[in-house]
């Protein structure tokens, strides 16, 4: 992409009420626009990355089985009423129509894929068993989507969102075995997906407060801007939530001796639902002898939006971002010195190599990646070299590709890795 055509412009202002670093630097960048509080818009950079990370997400979950599907922002106040949760969620929005009907703008999915699932179960042939052995998935559906929760905070930017991104899947077995096994299968995939993104979870057991009354687990990444606090060994898979640490010590539990404290970000959370949601929806099924059954449900969340606000903390130093490859706007931000000064022999070459590895055509293997859809090329005329720079250092595309009189001095062009500072010339000129 030409930055020329961008509209988005970088910008040293930030609103002094934008305490977050993650939203600071992301508004800086042009990824993303403050609407109010806790509601934020994503810009073209910003809607790449939440794209990257949402397709991690996705094709993770295609592999083990999950079937997309895209549910409602706005549900039925009966079905929050069949749970009891109208009243008992106090993150919920409620909303009324001019004919005074009554709506949630739903926080989360329980309460329409519970109905909508007992559609499509009548016999116990729905509901396979989870089988990894023979590749068999059980019912798994799953959706991102835009979630909206009144939160009482919304001072961390899109760590804590009143309308913000998750993706929520749903699980429905017809034994207990075979949810609880898939529900370490998730575990493992969801470890899959966060080191996809470039995040290293920790995973914690909590219990699931006003979600579920079951155990669930929490994924936490150690981050300074994170609201969770937590206890963790590096050498062993120990972590836990601060508040049961001391519980854990006193139940006898062997705990590792390079215990650490850290704040933490939870980026995904999965439950074990039971038949609660099953049960008030009569969610049913046959069996073999025609015998109505309920099935075991569970239930998974991904914060896509705050695992990029987690990436954008983490990832990140005085200058600007500098995001992970699998996540990134572009794999490359191209610079050109073009400087009228020059003679202009010169400049027609930077603009003459620029082109070619823009348009794909490089030889350099460094640079066989590099295609439009992959470079973001700083072809503005009006604005200098410095500047330009500091644009790519904010913006934090892993890899820049440098064309200028002095890079074409040493035979070609400059490749600088965003997140070491090494930088090389890739020969070009013979
Ligand atoms: P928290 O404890 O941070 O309020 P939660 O436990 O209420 O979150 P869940 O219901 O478990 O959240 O939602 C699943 C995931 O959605 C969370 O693990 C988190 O990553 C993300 N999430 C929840 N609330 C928000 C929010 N307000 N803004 C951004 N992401 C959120
Ligand atoms: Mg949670």
Known sequence: MLYSKLFTKTTKEVSSDETSKNAQLLIQAGYIHKTMAGVYAFLPLGLRVLNNIENIVRENLNQIGG??????????KANWDKTGRWNTVDVLFKLSSQTNTEYALAPTHEEQISPLIKQYISSYKDLPDFDEENGVMPLAVYQIQTKYRDELRAKSGLLRGREFRMKDMYDFHKT????????EYITQTYITIYNQMGLKVYIVDASGGNFSDKLSREFQVICDAGEDLIKYSETT??????????DIKASGKEIPVDIQEAKSAEVGNIFDLGQKW????????????NKKELPWMGCHGIGTSRCMAVIAEIYSDENGLKWPESVAPFKYQMITNVNHKDDQKI?????????????????????FEANPETV?????????FGEKLKDADLIGCPLQIIVSKRSLEQGGVELKNRYTGDSNIIQIIE
């Open 176 to 183: 207990k075995e075979s949810q609880e096994a898939y529900f």
């Open 278 to 289: 099953v049960k008030a929806f009569d969610t049913s099924y046959t069996d073999k002898n």
């Open 67 to 76: 079937q997309e599907i895209l549910m409602n922002g706005i549900q039925p």
């Open 347 to 367: 400049n027609n070459q930077i603009v003459k190599i620029a082109q070619s590895i823009y348009q794909g055509e490089s030889e350099a293997e460094d640079l």
């Open 376 to 384: 973001l090329w700083d072809d503005r005329e009006s604005v200098g």
């Open 237 to 246: 898979n120990f972590a836990c939530n601060i508040e049961v640490f001391e």
